[in-house]
């Protein structure tokens, strides 16, 4: 069975550019959720996908979009980085009927963006 | 609004002693309650979790937590620490009935002395 993976696992931007994220659930799951870790913080929820849907969202400004792909994948994308974005960017897999909290949240190793 | 309080930003204990992490929580409505770990350079982990019944849970790696709906904390203990149980530990909380969403503590960092 294999885990969650997370593209790249580092990442350096400039201030005002886009980046995207990459998530491979594991297998069997069909709930993505993506959360952002500032340095010496407990991680902040951005959203949550269930079959290719958004699920629920934190208090992040819409340049923070996802995407839900058929095979459960998902996709963080942040336009107009700011030096705040700087971060690990967690993604959580799970399963069951949307219920992100009720069902074990399985996590990846994180993304750390850089911004300059 | 929920909110997660962990009450110590870095516990020290000698090996084979016992710990306690504490952490408090605030929420006008039921809530599931969380023990995530956090190791070197990798992602979260599930300790355990409150979801309803029993109030003593127990997980992996000899932890265990007491639900006090009273004192709306949610404790994590361990009778024995070992080296291996150096890490940073994340209380979190999710509302009964909005379940999609998980709200972090900031984290308690275990160092455990030789």
């Known amino acids: 069975e294999t885990g969650v993976t997370q593209s790249p696992t580092h990442l350096i931007k400039t201030r005002g550019q886009q980046v995207t994220l990459r998530c491979s659930s594991q297998?069997?799951?069909?709930?993505v959720s993506w959360y952002q870790q500032a340095l010496g913080q407990g991680p902040q929820f951005i959203f949550q996908?269930?079959?290719?849907?958004?699920?629920g969202r934190g208090n992040f400004p819409p340049r923070f979009s996802g995407l839900q792909f058929p095979n459960y994948s998902s996709e963080l994308n942040v336009n107009a980085l700011e030096l705040d974005d700087s971060a690990l960017y967690l993604c959580?897999?799970?399963?069951?009927?949307?219920?992100?909290?009720?069902?074990?949240?399985?996590f990846g190793p994180g993304t750390r963006l850089t911004v300059l | 609004a929920q909110s997660v309080t962990q009450l110590d930003s870095q516990v020290p204990v000698f090996e084979e002693a016992p710990v306690e992490l504490r952490c408090n929580y605030s929420?006008?409505?039921?809530?599931?309650l969380f023990w995530y770990v956090q190791y070197p350079n990798q992602g979260l982990q599930l300790l355990l979790k409150?979801?309803?019944?029993?109030?003593l849970v127990k997980g992996i790696n000899g932890f265990e937590a007491e639900f006090n709906k009273s004192q709306t904390s949610f404790h994590l203990r361990k009778p024995s620490v070992h080296i291996s149980d150096t890490a940073e530990y994340f209380c979190?909380?999710?509302?009964?009935?909005?379940?999609?969403?998980?709200?972090f503590g900031k984290g308690t960092r275990l160092h455990i002395l030789p």
């Open positions: 959580a897999s799970s399963s069951g009927g949307g219920g992100g909290a009720r069902d074990t949240q399985y």
């Open positions: 297998s069997g799951h069909n709930t």
């Open positions: 409150y979801l309803s019944g029993s109030t």
């Open positions: 996908y269930y079959r290719e849907e958004e699920n």
């Open positions: 979190a909380v999710s509302e009964g009935n909005r379940d999609d969403k998980i709200i």
């Open positions: 929420s006008s409505v039921s809530v599931y």
